[in-house]
């Protein structure tokens, strides 16, 4: 099994991608969403959290409104790194919990949907291959604007303050172009399905794994039969 890094820019439609993988029986894990679980009450970032940021950062239901907390992040950026300190541990944790899990159900990949995978670069060197969702710059702001309702500065504020995709797509080793229609989307992605199905990465990594498995079960058996015997 290998890993493949998955990552794009607001509004370049890397869900779109995701879902196509998904649909297709692929492993998935995706950092957004181990995020917001890291956080909640019964984790020990939580008990962190909250005692480095106080109580203010609180809904009335206990969890952590992420809206107050990012405001605070916004503008102290010490805080942000105090923040990524106590978070990403827990996060790589849990990713990695996932990772053996799928490893041991015998999935050929794992996908990790990592929004910032390039911007931070560190998680870059486990992966195998890595996957950047593009679309040319004036869709990409055109779609932004049409979501989330904003004016094409508030647009071109948000897309500046990411890596620019041009960037990301120079350290990307596979790149699916989201510019067009879905279907044209996903056919791409089917392509990429199968190359990396057919990939001989890491086969000699398999083939030990699997002979290590049978020789444990050919031992098994030989111990089984002279206990019954």
């Given amino acids: 099994m290998f890993l493949v890094g998955l990552s794009g820019g607001i509004a370049s439609g890397k869900s779109t991608v995701v879902a196509v993988f998904r649909e297709l029986g692929c492993a998935v894990i995706d950092a957004d969403v181990i ?29 952590i409104n992420r809206e107050a907390l990012g405001n605070i992040i916004f503008s102290h950026p010490e805080k942000r790194q105090l923040l990524n300190s106590i978070t990403h541990p827990e996060i790589q944790k849990e990713m990695l919990k996932q990772i053996l899990k799928y490893f041991v159900l015998g999935y050929r990949y794992v996908i990790l949907d990592i929004p910032l995978l390039f911007e931070t670069n560190r998680l870059t060197k486990f992966m195998k291959h890595t996957v950047l969702v593009y679309c040319d710059p004036r869709t990409q702001l055109s ?11 508030e647009a071109e504020a948000r897309v500046a303050s990411q890596l620019p995709l041009g960037e990301k797509r120079r350290l990307a080793s596979h790149i699916i172009d989201n510019s067009g229609d879905r279907e044209s989307t996903r056919r791409q992605v089917l392509r990429l399905h199968a190359r990396l199905e057919d990939s001989l990465d890491y086969l000699w990594a398999r083939l030990a794994v699997g002979m290590a498995v049978a020789g444990l079960g050919g031992l098994a058996y030989f111990l089984l039969r002279r206990f019954i015997s």
């Avoid at 970032?45 to 206990?62: K, N, P, R």
């Fill in 143 to 153: 779609r932004l604007m049409k979501r989330n309702g904003l004016s094409r500065a």
């Fill in 35 to 63: 995020a917001r679980e890291v956080v909640q009450p019964h984790f020990k970032a939580y008990q962190q959290i909250v005692q480095y940021f106080g109580t203010e950062i609180l809904l009335e239901s206990g969890e």
